[in-house]
């Protein structure tokens, strides 16, 4: 089979199962009888382990068969879901989420840097770009199928998730992996010298936007449920409502991988946290299912074009593509802790709404340091 058909199943599962346990631990955690801080610190839990484990992920992930590092973090990971089926605790929730994290932080580095390697600039944005809709799909499906099955059972999401990343330790050890020649366009183009000088701050800009970006989507899939109940929305209408942000992004991914006109520029990040900042207001004031759903889209579009943007930066004539890789998923991993924590302490403090008020800022500011990174890349 080749590598990029391989990997791409292979994220298509994971991210299935990382959709379901991210929809399903919050909806777990309440009903464990979980406080708004308590769902904090377990979104925090597992953020942390995600980001300090890509400091060290990413070597090696350079350094080591990345086949092998893939099938040790599945393997983990499906061990820690047999540990949440029994779990009665919510303190218990935040040390198992802590290890999945950690072992996604050895499993996602690995793959990326995989499929990145010996590609131009075309090719790396066709095969990136269908990865991206891999997972995305994957993910997507995560809450659609985690809302149905926790209503069935609240156990069954991380059952599924087991048999998930048991099928993947499957598929790459009994599969004889093959890497992919791609003769469609052998022509290895030369970068454009000032393209060259400008990668390093793009990748600023872009990482900048993702950090926004996926501490707005952290804010809703940690903090919302519980709003959720409140407003006594339905667990399989919650589960639409936060697979939303995921239909836009995969809509965006495929944009992006027909064209270059996104690339070395700023509009197609600031557009996007532009709109952002206007859905984060409506979730902050709006209580109709409709209204916040639309609201939801809004992050899916700045989700899509950031993470897009900070991939191809962080491959593109880049030797060390695990190292920067992982460097990338640490930014995402940073927005990821801070967003539950902050998140958590605001809901319980000043109210459910206020997390999503944070948010607003917190893109604003981010839009203000992109402009001014842009600003000197120009004067550069």
Not at 123 to 138: D, K, P, S, T, Y
Request: net charge positive.
């Amino acid at each position: 089979m080749r590598t990029d058909l391989a990997f791409y199943i292979a994220a298509f599962l994971m991210d299935m199962c990382a959709g379901l346990i991210a929809f399903s631990v919050p909806l777990l955690a309440l009903d464990l009888g979980a406080s708004a801080i308590e769902l904090g610190v377990i979104g925090t839990s597992g953020s942390v382990a995600y980001t300090l484990g890509c400091l060290f992920t990413g070597k090696l992930a350079d350094r080591h068969d990345r086949k092998t590092l893939m099938i040790i973090a599945s393997a983990g990971i499906a061990g820690v879901l047999g540990l949440v089926m029994v779990v009665r605790e919510v303190w218990m929730l935040a040390i198992t989420t802590a290890l999945i994290s950690s072992m996604g932080a050895l499993f996602w580095p690995a793959l990326q840097a995989g499929l990145a390697e010996g590609h131009n600039r075309a090719q790396l944005v066709r095969v990136l770009g269908n990865f991206n809709m891999v997972w995305a799909i994957g993910f997507m499906n995560g809450p659609l199928l985690g809302g149905a099955f926790y209503e069935i059972h609240p156990r069954l999401p991380f059952a599924v998730g087991l048999i998930a990343t048991a099928v993947i330790v499957a598929l790459l050890t009994l599969i004889r992996i093959r890497p992919v020649h791609d003769v469609s366009n052998p022509e290895l183009e030369t970068p454009d010298p000032a393209h060259l000088r400008e990668i390093p701050r793009f990748r600023n800009i872009a990482w900048m936007a993702s950090f926004t970006a996926f501490f707005c989507l952290s804010m809703l899939t940690n903090q919302f449920p519980k709003l959720a109940k409140e407003l006594v929305i339905a667990p399989s209408i919650l589960g639409i409502m936060l697979a939303l942000p995921r239909v836009v992004q995969f809509l965006i991914f495929m944009a992006a991988r027909h064209t270059h006109r996104w690339q070395f520029r700023l509009y197609p990040l600031l557009v996007p946290q532009m709109v952002a900042v206007l859905g984060m207001t409506v979730v902050a004031t709006q209580h109709s299912p409709v209204l916040l759903a639309t609201a939801f889209c809004g992050v899916g579009l700045l989700i899509g074009s950031s993470f897009s943007a900070g991939q191809f930066y962080s491959f593109f004539h880049e030797k060390k593509k695990g190292e920067v890789g992982a460097l990338n998923e640490m930014i995402i991993g940073m927005s990821n802790f801070s967003a539950p924590l902050v998140g958590g302490i605001l809901a319980h403090t000043v109210g459910l709404r206020a997390p999503y008020i944070l948010c607003i800022p917190v893109l604003c500011i981010g839009m203000v340091v992109e402009y001014r990174l842009a600003r000197q890349n120009q004067n550069g």
